[in-house]
């Protein structure tokens, strides 16, 4: 987009000091970010244009951060915490009051940038305990939020859904891709009922939804400059869930050795040192509120989040890459191998897991 549209976004909203640039920032793979430069002292903002698409309900939308990061804020502020504009979110006003702007096509929404973090892509074991500290307190301070919060994605970690749409995938076979992968919807559908045992215990009643993060990635933590976790962003697809979504799939990349899409398997592994000191981190913090049942599973949650992201990733391969952003046209293909790879490393640790959390427990 031209420099002078996407200033023209940004004086929408009520933000201080003058723009002197906005330039891209980061790399989701859903929406689309900028940074918004300002002059002086005045803060930099983040501009994002939100993949509607992908998220039909933007006023919901806005409406789950705003009560999210708003709760959060309240309980840092009463436990006198410092520093709190760098530990949470900030969301802007447009000039209508609303947490948004609709330009008559896009929806754009704007928050302060944190100055001075540090984004990584891979964990040492020390930053993981935090951060698995860190992701446990989070869903035990929004425990007791006052407002339900919507489902931004309807049945986004829904294992049994995310198998249909596979089976959609696989039936439609659009582009033709199907012969070369069906060795890999055979592995995938071999493993479909067990992985689905989530939405089977919740079904019997065993298990709860709670608000998770649903995104846990490494990518969506801000580090300060000693490696300290800030804060979790991309809040986007915060809603209740089953509490597997924030340990598996901060697992799954913070665990991993390779890269999401790595081309070389054989960099692909489980890290066993990151799955321990974040694990320890986590049953810190949410021991207090975990069921017996949610923590015998937590290694299920381990192998789920790989699972799950190979048959995402597999299916949008199928239908012709309509859904995440690809660089080349294997893509996608490239990156259900890899995580598929993860997969099988996690499985192999499982017996490791379970030793180390019934020590942890003993
Ligand atoms: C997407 O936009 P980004 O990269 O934060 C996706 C996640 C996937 C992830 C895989 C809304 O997140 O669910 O795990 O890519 N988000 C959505 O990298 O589908
Ligand atoms: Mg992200």
Known sequence: MEQKDLQSIVAQFNIEGNVTEVKPLGNGLINTTYKVVTEGAAPDYVLQHVNNAIFPDVEMLMGNIVAVTGHIRAKYEAAGVDDIARKVLSFVQAKDGKYFYFDGEK???VMVFIPDTISQSAVTPESSYIVGETFGNFQAMLADIPVQLGETIKDFHNMEFRLWQLREAVKENKVGRLAEVQWLVDELEKRAEVMCKGEQLHREGKLAKRICHCDTKVDNILFDQDGKVLCVIDLDTVMPNFIFSDFGDFLRSAANTGKEDDKDLDNVNFNMDIFKAF?????????CFLTPLEIENLPYAAA???YMQTVRFLADYINGDTYYKTQYAEH????????FKLLQSVE???????AFIAEQLA
Do not use: D
């Open 279 to 287: 694990t320890e981190g986590y049953l810190k913090s949410a021991r």
């Open 332 to 339: 996608n293909l490239v990156r259900s191998k890899a995580q």
């Open 304 to 306: 789920l989040f790989p």
């Open 348 to 354: 192999a640790a499982t017996p490791a897991m379970q």
């Open 107 to 109: 929806y754009w929404r």
